[in-house]
């Protein structure tokens, strides 16, 4: 069966550090991958799509980016992280067609 | 572009009585339409799903919902809640085929009182 995971669950970064966090998944091929953000008191806002090795396509402007080294790993990186940066992270997987999403138990993310 | 309008941040209800959750959307083509639900610090679980199917979707845990075209509408509903339904519920619509992108309301979060 498929499964998703997510490390870490929990993370707390001073404003001005990296980030990666990393979500891969098992037993599927040629997953669609998703990074999806859910700010405190909002809905969840679509990050980051990729559709194969290398394909990232950003959904809004952000500081934040993606990359996808292999079919089932999907990384969500920055370079200096902000206050507004804060939120729990989702990651989830769909396969084409199929109509539905998979998702893993995030990340919550806390920048101070 | 598709949108997602959930009516209520809040609902409480009494363990025994109707749930009712409110979602209208807004896609210029036949959309896929979802309900997902979301315990505290965790990931989101598909209550159900509508794919132009069956216009009354049964999903999981006595949930369902009705798609109304006319209404732009797909309510949930559950007749008897229970102390274990207390959680986010967050309606989505989708009609990209190829990439299953998700547009999700902002959510509801259901309080159930004994």
């Known amino acids: 069966s498929q499964t998703i995971h997510q490390w870490p669950a929990t993370l707390v970064q001073p404003v001005g550090s990296p980030l990666s966090l990393e979500c891969t998944v098992e037993g599927t091929s040629n997953p669609n991958l998703y990074w999806y953000r859910q700010a405190a008191g909002r809905g969840l806002q679509l990050l980051f799509y990729s559709v194969g090795i290398g394909q990232i396509s950003s959904e809004v402007p952000q500081n934040l980016s993606a990359s996808r080294p292999q079919d089932r790993q999907f990384i969500l990186s920055s370079k200096k992280l902000l206050l507004s940066d804060s939120g729990f992270y989702l990651c989830?997987?769909?396969?084409?067609?199929?109509?539905?999403?998979?998702f893993g138990q995030g990340t919550r993310l806390t920048v101070v | 572009a598709q949108s997602v309008t959930q009516l209520g941040s809040h609902v409480s209800v009494s363990e025994g009585a109707l749930v009712l959750l409110r979602c209208n959307y807004s896609s210029s083509v036949p959309p896929y339409l979802f309900w997902y639900v979301q315990y505290p610090n965790q990931g989101l679980q598909l209550l159900l799903k509508y794919t132009s199917a069956a216009t009354l979707v049964k999903g999981i845990n006595g949930f369902e919902a009705e798609f109304k075209k006319s209404e732009t509408s797909f309510h949930l509903t559950k007749p008897s809640a229970h102390m274990s339904d207390a959680a986010e519920y967050f309606c989505a619509v989708s009609d990209d085929r190829y990439t299953d992108k998700l547009i999700f309301g902002t959510g509801t979060r259901l309080q159930v009182f004994p």
């Open positions: 989830a997987w769909s396969v084409l067609m199929n109509t539905e999403a998979f």
